[in-house]
């Protein structure tokens, strides 16, 4: 079994991409609008960045949530006891961008956030009547405008052979919000666990545009949607020399949006934080 590709181009991809989310969580669509040279040239500056001394200059604010998230202080994920491989940069609209890195990042970040928006109206159109009737306002509205959507810049460095025991790039996790939207990574690594417990590998074809459902749209659906569990694995042989740059837009309501009657996005938001001790 493996995870269906959607051609955004075919009249059935609204339909088709809908139906792969709601069997496996995952969406994978090819011939999208993202153009690929940006993300190419993207991967390669940041590349440059996580290589430099210049990341300590934009170390990360504890209350913003903005900046560079050193190795050290990298995510535990939820029920595991050791940190990801990982460093990672947060960019937010209102947020610190080193200057020769700002033009494309801010470009890309408007891009993908209004591909973000039809790939939610497509969710809506095709859930039956009554997971509708649950959403509290259309879920393109609930992104828009928003303050809180974070692109997260993932640096997955070489493997040193020293790695503490048990760590991975990303251990086994799901995401806060309501979509991820990802350009296929420079290397493969990512997968995705099956309704039966096991893990497919999702397609990391460069090009490919890799969707998934977060907590809060599994939320706001009343569990139709469901929250994927996923993780990025350790390479070995030669690929555990290579870096892996990869670029996820976290879809964020803004704080006031009800999710459903026991969550605003804010209340569901800090609760996750909190459980992940960055808050």
């Given at each position: 079994?493996?995870?269906?590709?959607?051609?955004?181009?075919?009249?059935?991809?609204?339909?088709?991409?809908?139906?792969?989310?709601?069997?496996?969580?995952?969406?994978?669509?090819?011939?999208?609008?993202?153009?690929?040279?940006?993300?190419?040239?993207?991967?390669?500056?940041?590349?440059?960045?996580?290589?430099?001394?210049q990341k300590h200059e934009f170390l990360f604010d504890k209350q913003t949530q903005d900046g560079y998230f050193?190795?050290?202080?990298?995510?535990?994920?939820?029920?595991?006891?050791?940190?990801?491989?990982?460093?990672?940069?947060?960019?937010?609209?209102?947020?610190?961008v080193p200057e020769q890195l700002e033009a494309k990042i801010r470009e890309y970040y408007r891009l993908a956030?209004?591909?973000?928006?039809?790939?939610?109206?497509?969710?809506?159109?095709?859930?039956?009547?009554?997971?509708?009737?649950?959403?509290?306002?259309?879920?393109?509205?609930?992104?828009?405008?928003?303050?809180?959507?974070?692109?997260?810049?993932?640096?997955?460095?070489?493997?040193?052979?020293?790695?503490?025991?048990?760590?991975?790039?990303?251990?086994?996790?799901?995401?806060?919000?309501?979509?991820?939207?990802?350009?296929?990574?420079?290397?493969?690594?990512?997968?995705?666990?099956?309704?039966?417990?096991?893990?497919?590998?999702?397609?990391?074809?460069?090009?490919?545009?890799?969707?998934?459902?977060?907590?809060?749209?599994?939320?706001?659906?009343?569990?139709?949607?469901?929250?994927?569990?996923?993780?990025?694995?350790?390479?070995?042989?030669?690929?555990?020399?290579?870096?892996?740059?990869?670029?996820?837009?976290?879809?964020?309501?803004?704080?006031?949006?009800?999710?459903?009657?026991?969550?605003?996005?804010?209340?569901?938001?800090?609760?996750?934080?909190?459980?992940?001790?960055?808050?």
């Amino acid at each position: 079994m493996h995870l269906p590709t959607v051609d955004y181009q075919s009249p059935n991809a609204p339909a088709e991409f809908v139906e792969s989310l709601r069997n496996t969580g995952f969406g994978v669509l090819t011939n999208h609008p993202i153009p690929q040279s940006l993300v190419e040239s993207i991967y390669q500056d940041w590349q440059a960045f996580f290589n430099s001394e210049q990341k300590h200059e934009f170390l990360f604010d504890k209350q913003t949530q903005d900046g560079y998230f050193p190795p050290e202080v990298s995510e535990v994920a939820k029920g595991f006891k050791v940190k990801d491989i990982k460093e990672y940069y947060h960019v937010y609209p209102k947020g610190r961008v080193p200057e020769q890195l700002e033009a494309k990042i801010r470009e890309y970040y408007r891009l993908a956030n209004e591909f973000a928006s039809e790939l939610l109206s497509w969710v809506q159109e095709h859930a039956p009547a009554d997971v509708q009737a649950k959403f509290s306002i259309d879920l393109k509205d609930m992104i828009k405008d928003s303050e809180q959507t974070l692109l997260r810049i993932l640096h997955y460095p070489p493997m040193t052979g020293d790695e503490e025991p048990g760590a991975i790039r990303a251990a086994a996790h799901g995401d806060i919000n309501l979509l991820t939207v990802l350009p296929a990574a420079n290397e493969p690594g990512l997968q995705v666990q099956t309704k039966e417990g096991g893990w497919l590998d999702v397609p990391s074809d460069f090009g490919n545009l890799i969707i998934n459902i977060g907590d809060m749209l599994q939320e706001a659906s009343g569990g139709y949607f469901p929250s994927t569990i996923h993780r990025v694995i350790n390479p070995s042989g030669k690929a555990s020399t290579k870096s892996r740059i990869s670029l996820p837009l976290f879809l964020h309501p803004r704080p006031d949006v009800v999710l459903s009657e026991r969550y605003t996005a804010d209340s569901y938001l800090q609760e996750r934080l909190r459980e992940l001790g960055v808050k």
